[in-house]
Nanobody, 122 residues
Framework: QLQASGGGLVQAGDSLRLSCAASGRTFSNNGMGWFRQAPGKEREFVAA????????NYADSVKGRFSISRDNAKNAVYLNVNSLKPEDTAVYYC?????????????????WGQGTLVTVSS
């Protein structure tokens, strides 16, 4: 129901735009989020956005570099990732929460998409 795309192999300092497309149902009333999982590490919160797109929340490690947005008409969510660092290398997942607002809690996200791999070389 959720499919992330837009990842790739980039160099440090580069930018990407990750997209998350929903199908089969609408998530316009759900808060949305992005998580990432690096090799050998737990999946961690990256960014969250309320259903109206008027409230955001970011992990400290990405503040000022990443930006989450949504287009409810297209049933899509985006993550602009700028000034990429090697430590940003991970599989990035989009997810829809059970809340209308933002949440950083992984357990509050019910719907998960397949991830997209971002690899940042130094």
């Amino acid at each position: 129901q959720l499919q992330a795309s837009g990842g790739g192999l980039v160099q440090a300092g580069d930018s990407l735009r990750l997209s998350c497309a929903a199908s089969g149902r609408t998530f316009s009333n759900n808060g949305m989020g992005w998580f990432r999982q690096a090799p050998g590490k737990e999946r961690e919160f990256v960014a969250a956005l309320s259903w109206r797109g008027d409230n955001t929340n970011y992990a400290d490690s990405v503040k000022g570099r990443f930006s989450i947005s949504r287009d409810n008409a297209k049933n899509a969510v985006y993550l602009n990732v700028n000034s990429l660092k090697p430590e940003d290398t991970a599989v990035y997942y989009c997810a829809a929460s059970i809340m209308a607002g933002t949440t950083t809690t992984r357990d509050r996200y019910r719907y998960w998409g397949q991830g997209t791999l971002v690899t940042v070389s130094s």
